[in-house]
């Protein structure tokens, strides 16, 4: 099983839609996929139809509790699980403040169940606390979804430290394997100097040790469409909105790259 955070610290870069996307696109292939929603805005979820309810049980108390995975993921369509959310959530950096191996809650509760997919993605919270954390203990991989603005590049140093960090003391499997442009607009000349720019970045760095040396800019950008904005108002992914879209035809490109590259 392929496992994979799916972050960046910065709100409103495409993250989430990315990670349902991803998903949704990978599960039309065949392959069994579960999305863990670890942001507390529930957004995922929303996406997919589910309200993030108080009184259902969720990825909260999968954390804070004795609660199983299997007891909480649920299925969305015929090769696509999600483990939802909740407002809730929010509160678990405070209430797990004192718990000892409290980065590690995510990836125990993984490894006690048997995890029958094929690809894990983690849509982690735009913020880099003890959630994000948990998730990228979890994990193997990170795949970092940016807009192609001047803010985006300023806030990858912080998310790579981070993942440094992580990688350096608690998970020494983690690495970076793929960046995503996402609202990319093919029309400006910004865009193309910002892709440039990552580009180079990372070719830069693979003769480097660190947990980003392999990694890659996909090919596929992801453009702007307003189908991709209005779909998570009727919860359902863009292959069920507007399968005939700008945003279906990228998303579809982009799992095949992702089948691609090696784990």
């Not at 599960?27 to 929303?46: F, K, N, V, Y």
């Not at 191996?101 to 509760?109: A, H, Q, T, V």
């Not at 580009?199 to 980003?212: L, N, V």
């Amino acid at each position: 099983m392929r496992a994979i955070a799916i972050m960046n610290q910065k709100g409103g870069v495409g993250k989430t839609t990315t990670a349902v996307n991803i998903g949704a696109a990978l599960a039309e292939t065949g392959l069994r996929i579960c999305l863990i929603d670890l942001d507390p805005q529930a957004h995922a979820s929303l996406h997919l139809g589910i309200e993030p309810l108080s009184d259902q049980l969720s990825i909260y108390d999968v954390l804070t509790g004795p609660t199983k995975l299997s007891e909480v993921r649920r299925q969305i369509s015929e090769n696509l699980w999600v483990v939802p959310s909740t407002l809730d959530l929010a509160a678990a950096d405070l209430e797990l403040a004192g718990v000892v191996g409290r980065e590690m809650i995510l990836r125990d509760k993984l490894n006690a169940e048997e995890q029958p997919y094929d690809y894990l993605l983690i849509d982690c919270p735009p913020s880099l606390g003890v959630l994000t954390l948990n998730a990228l203990v979890a994990v193997d991989e990170v795949f970092i979804p940016l807009q192609p603005h001047f803010l985006a590049l300023h806030g990858l140093s912080k998310l790579l430290e981070t993942i440094d960090l992580v990688s350096a003391r608690l998970n020494s499997r983690l690495k970076i394997s793929g960046v995503v442009l996402c609202m990319y607009d093919v029309n400006t000349r910004l865009a193309s100097e910002v892709s440039a720019n990552v580009d180079q970045f990372f070719r830069a760095e693979r003769e480097k040790t660190s947990p980003w040396s392999g990694a890659q800019t996909f090919q596929t950008r992801i453009r702007r469409n307003v189908r991709l904005a209005e779909a998570p108002s009727f919860g359902q992914s863009i292959f069920q909105y507007s399968p005939d879209s700008h945003g279906a035809e990228d998303y579809r490109r982009l799992a095949e790259e992702v089948l691609g590259v090696k784990p």
